[in-house]
């Protein structure tokens, strides 16, 4: 069965501090892996996508990498700030009779503290 | 570029009681899905629509249904609701020449007693 596991389930640091989240999965034909971000009460918003050929990928201060090898990733964060207080989510899709399946995890939720 | 809208925002049915959730996307995407999100739960697939005309089940399809209706619309059934249907549901939409993005809606809280 396809799935997603991401750990720690929360997490909460002190503003300013660095943090890495972590994404395993057993998703297969894999097809590529997103980071989410969500806030409290709205859907979620995409950080970074990755195929397989993609072992980095960066927006700003949010910095994914991806082992397809070991089927693991990590999501990290640099410099934290309250604004990246959020559930973490992240997705690995695979295709199935030319349509394209997401798999989503449970999501780690990131409290940032001033 | 309104992105993907829902309708409404929040929702109290009766147990039995039937709604439609709404979803239109501006964006002129092919793929359109419907999620439900629960605490502790991660996102699961209800129905998707690859293409206009047609539909396919998700995950969690019992107790839905699905049309869509347009390139533009994808509409969620609720025939009779239970209590078990208590949920938050996100539309998302996905063009076939984009990086495999989905762009969500902001969701409809809905809750069955």
Same mark, same amino acid.
């Given at each position: 069965?396809?799935?997603?596991?991401?750990?720690?389930?929360?997490?909460?640091?002190?503003?300013?501090?660095?943090?890495?989240?972590?994404?395993?999965?057993?998703?297969?034909?894999?097809?590529?892996?997103?980071?989410?971000?969500?806030?409290?009460?709205?859907?979620?918003?995409?950080?970074?996508?990755?195929?397989?050929?993609?072992?980095?990928?960066?927006?700003?201060?949010?910095?994914?990498?991806?082992?397809?090898?070991?089927?693991?990733?990590?999501?990290?964060?640099?410099?934290?700030?309250?604004?990246?207080?959020?559930?973490?989510?992240?997705?690995?899709?695979?295709?199935?009779?030319?349509?394209?399946?997401?798999?989503?995890?449970?999501?780690?939720?990131?409290?940032?503290?001033? | 570029?309104?992105?993907?809208?829902?309708?409404?925002?929040?929702?109290?049915?009766?147990?039995?009681?039937?709604?439609?959730?709404?979803?239109?996307?501006?964006?002129?995407?092919?793929?359109?899905?419907?999620?439900?999100?629960?605490?502790?739960?991660?996102?699961?697939?209800? @129905?998707?629509? $690859? +293409?206009?005309?047609? =539909?396919?089940?998700? !995950?969690?399809?019992? &107790?839905?249904?699905?049309?869509?209706?347009?390139?533009?619309?994808?509409?969620?059934?609720?025939?009779?609701?239970?209590?078990?249907?208590?949920?938050? @549901?996100?539309? $998302? +939409?996905?063009?076939? =020449?984009?990086?495999? !993005?989905?762009?969500? &809606?902001?969701?409809?809280?809905?809750?069955?007693?």
């Amino acid at each position: 069965k396809n799935q997603v596991e991401q750990s720690p389930q929360s997490l909460i640091i002190l503003e300013g501090k660095n943090c890495t989240l972590q994404c395993n999965y057993t998703v297969s034909p894999f097809s590529n892996l997103r980071w989410y971000k969500q806030d409290t009460g709205r859907g979620p918003v995409s950080l970074t996508i990755m195929t397989f050929s993609e072992n980095t990928k960066s927006n700003g201060r949010y910095t994914a990498t991806l082992d397809a090898d070991t089927k693991q990733s990590s999501l990290h964060i640099t410099a934290s700030q309250l604004s990246d207080s959020a559930s973490y989510i992240c997705v690995v899709s695979f295709t199935s009779g030319g349509s394209y399946i997401p798999t989503f995890g449970r999501g780690t939720s990131l409290i940032v503290h001033p | 570029n309104a992105g993907v809208t829902q309708t409404p925002k929040f929702q109290v049915l009766k147990t039995g009681q039937s709604m439609t959730l709404q979803c239109a996307q501006d964006m002129n995407h092919n793929s359109m899905y419907w999620y439900r999100q629960d605490p502790g739960m991660g996102l699961r697939l209800i @129905y998707y629509s $690859a +293409s206009e005309g047609t =539909t396919d089940k998700g !995950e969690v399809p019992n &107790g839905y249904n699905v049309s869509r209706l347009n390139k533009r619309e994808f509409s969620l059934r609720l025939e009779s609701a239970a209590p078990s249907q208590t949920s938050v @549901y996100f539309c $998302a +939409s996905r063009s076939w =020449t984009s990086t495999y !993005e989905q762009y969500f &809606g902001p969701g409809t809280r809905l809750t069955v007693t």
